[in-house]
């Protein structure tokens, strides 16, 4: 195993001398040391590029490391959790050690206890003791709250970076999947991730290693992650890849701790499990434990003056009182260490902590006791702070705070100083409460006294005032001062910095996270009236600026899942707000594009392409005159909506719709056949896994009751779950259709034959017909059942009789390519093919008789333009020089639709045959440097 950190090199690279031609070594005088001064260097996926005679240039940005970015991993540095104090624990890393070195034992171990029981501490010891022994291979700490490190969908893609970093082999074989494309980490798909990512390359990476050199995972808080109600499912199908993780060679170990009221039965029977015991069940080594750690924090806090400080009693009360929680323990330290030890120690040893819940009681102890000579000013502050903190969707900064409660940064520091036994401020001022049971009792009527108590429900509705507070006084039209349309975002320059300089934290979280807070608030709040003038005022006028911050964060795909579900709340307040919340998220799926890719193009691109009646383009396009103006082929309204349905794990070769139009079902290189719900997106049957290979061909019966498919496997399966299979073929089935009246399938193979089979027993009733001298691509019946049309790589078309197999028209030819794609009209008079060389071709089923609809005609062509400009395929329309010279970043001029990009043409273009125009004005359109003049102060209302 190669895991390495990184370290100091002495390294020489010796530069080849282009005039020494004898072979011989060169003078070692003349070695270049490229790493003079160098502390830390990691050289081992770097390129080195000789030019000339000397070593020129080093390209630390290798391909490798640029494939990896792609994971994007969670940033997990602000968060660390003190490992356990020597000499305590001792007997559960006996046994977990016990445990990682036992290749018969489960390899998956759950550490499981109560909140405040020691499960992160004994996580932390543990990435601890498993760094030195170099067996550590990624950690990861679920925070509830925290919307990154709840996010089921973050984990494996983290991981798998984990591994790569230090594992040049492992690296290597991840970067080879993910440049094949067969996974997108990009996606939430958590169960392709752990395949692809994670068990695959794993496996083969250590198929031969010894377990001692394989590296352990450990995943902390297993019950705060996926909190949201909305992740639901993510997190089941998380705890799927746990079980899934039992299946492995059992020298691959797996460490998972957490609560146990939100884990599986699966799961529980699959892993060993460790209970760390409390209240009536804890042991007297867990006993001792807490008893050391109190004794020695105490001699820390005592000094050499009070060595035998708080004494014996005392330290055996508290252990008693602490009842196995390690977290009452060191809460109980932090609280003493606020004030003066003796008064806060007995504070402590005269509140009633021996009854009921020990946690609950200390909770309410320390603020009682920190605001008990609060005045109401005070408290409000002390309500507005925790909220805020409490409710937050991401670690926030003491400097953040006051931009949310409206209070100086004073009294949020007071506050915070009073609180610092359960809240702490990192050394990045970053606000973290130290313990989740903390937020749990804050917000708890039962447990937490009322005027400290925080209501979730009030305290969604107040975030989401202020996030749109704080957008509607910041966001402004081209907030980062970009210079220029013409680059995408990822090439301007110290974009980052323009970020944080411009932005800035406070707008970056409300921009984000705005809508989550509304989706929390109850419809039922009266205070609701304020919340929804506010949202429409960010219609009104901010929705546009919004965007950009969306787009220069990489968030516009947050903002398209965001907007549905904010519609849908409004909808109980105000139908017509809801309608423009829906266009407004209609704006950003079809041109998803643009907005992601370079943020002028907001105004230069959507806006001016928008449907006429669009709402959102009503409204802002008067704003935006200077753009380009669409004379014709723009759309009156949005396109029918699309459904993005997600579950198959490679691509999708083949789609058809029931009859009645209700269902859809896919065939995938994954080998599965899935049926969804066409409507809802819903996957409603499936995954149907009988296919050993790629399936080419799937599609419905007439009375929609029944599945066919053909695969690369060479089979043919039917049925209502999609049984068989039909074998009869000797190379992959391309094609399959049933017979109008259901009875029969007819399949087209590339062993060149067609044959006819009885949809009911899957015995060949008639074929193979041979008569094609390659492969065939498509078949079909005609309307009576009598007849079968193919279309082949021969490039030819046959009729055949679905009987006796003789061919009764044809071949014809005509096309220059293969047929791909073939049917009869209704009338059964007609046969239209679609081939490889671009036409589509009508035939008469009994001669050869041919109409040729088009040729080439799907592909664009921009049409005399005053300028020379080129569109490339994912719609860009750009400047020459970013087309035929690779290395200079491209000039995006503006971005068509799809539906647009075919007779593009300019408004001075006279005459466009073969496709609808769509006509673009360009006399307005400004751009490059001068974009910005796009923008009028003139508004008209919603």
Known sequence: MSIRPLHPIDSEVEANNSSNTSGTQSDPATKVTIFDGATQVDVRHATFTTVGRDITYVNYASEVTEILSALKPVDRSGYYVQPCMNGTREKFFGEIDTWLDDIDAPNVLWIVGSPGSGKSTIASSLVSQLTKRGRMGSNFAFKRGNITLSD????????????????DSFASILAAVLKSGTVDPGRPDIASHFESLIMEPLTKRHNQSSPHDIPVIVLDGSDECGSDPSQTGQRNALLDTFVHWSHLPRKFKLIVTGRDERVHLSFRSCCKQIELPTGAEVDMDTTQDIRNFLERRFAEIGGPYLDSWPGEKVLDTLTARAAGLFIWAETVIRFVEQGLPDEQLEHVLMGNLG??????????????????????????????????????????????????????????????????????VGSDSGIRIRHLSFAEFMCDPHRCPQRFYIDRFKGSHDMSMACLRLMKKCLKFNICDLET????????????????????????????FWAAHIRDTPTDLKENVDLTADVGDIFQSYFLYWLEVMSLMEEVMAANIALPGVAG??????????????????????????????????????????????????????????????????????????????????????????????????GSRDKSIRVWDAETGEMVSGPFEGHTDQVWSVAFSPDGKRIVSGSKDKSIRTGEMVSGPFEGHTDQVWSIAFSPNGKQIVSGSDDKSICVWDAGTGEMVSGPFKGHTYGVLSVAFSPDGKQIVSGSWDKSICV???????????????????VLSITFSPDGKQIVSGSDDKSICVWDANTD??????????????????????????????????????????????????????????????????????????????????????????????
Request: glycine share 6%; aromatic share 8%.
């Open 485 to 512: 349309s013409y680059l995408p975002n990822k090439h301007v320059e110290d974009l980052s910095r323009r970020i944080t300089r411009n932005i800035g934290h406070p707008l970056i979280y409300s921009c984000r």
């Open 569 to 666: 709340w409004i909808r109980v307040f105000d139908a017509k707000l809801s309608d423009i919340i829906r266009d407004g998220s209609r704006f950003i799926v079809n041109f998803f594009t643009p907005i992601s890719e370079s943020t002028p193009h907001i105004y230069l691109s959507a806006l001016p392409f928008s449907p006429r009646d669009s709402i959102i383009a009503m409204h802002y396009r008067s704003q935006f005159p200077n753009t380009l103006s669409v004379h014709s082929g723009l759309d009156r309204t949005w396109r029918a909506g699309i459904n993005v349905l997600h579950g198959h794990k490679d691509a999708i070769l083949s789609i058809s719709f029931s009859p009645d139009g209700k269902r859809i079902v896919s």
């Open 152 to 167: 089921p969908a973050a984990v494996w893609r983290t991981i798998a970076h984990d591994l790569a970093r230090y594992d």
């Open 355 to 424: 009854e009921g819940d020990n946690v609950t009681e200390l909770y309410r102890q320390i603020l009682e006791l920190s605001f008990r000579d609060a005045k109401v000013h005070m408290l409000n502050v002390l309500h507005q702070v925790a909220t805020v903190i409490v409710l937050a969707k991401i670690t926030l900064h003491v400097d953040d705070l006051p931009s949310f409660i409206l209070h100086p940064k004073a009294s949020v520091i007071v506050i915070l100083n009073k609180l610092s036994s359960v809240i702490s």
């Open 800 to 818: 055949w009789d679905a009987e006796t197999g003789k061919i009764v028209s044809g071949p014809f030819e005509g096309h220059t390519d293969p």
């Open 849 to 942: 008789q041919i109409t040729v609809l088009g040729t080439g005609n799907h592909s664009m062509e921009l049409i005399n333009f005053t300028c020379s400009i080129h569109c490339i395929s994912s719609g860009w329309v750009c400047c020459p020089h970013s087309i035929l010279i690779p290395l200079v970043p491209p000039t995006f001029l503006f971005w068509v639709p799809y539906s647009n990009r075919t007779g593009l043409c300019g408004i001075d273009t006279l005459l466009v045959l073969g496709t609808c125009p769509t006509r673009v004005d360009l006399s307005r359109f400004v751009h490059g440097t001068s974009w910005t003049l796009c923008y009028s102060s003139h508004a008209s209302s919603l």
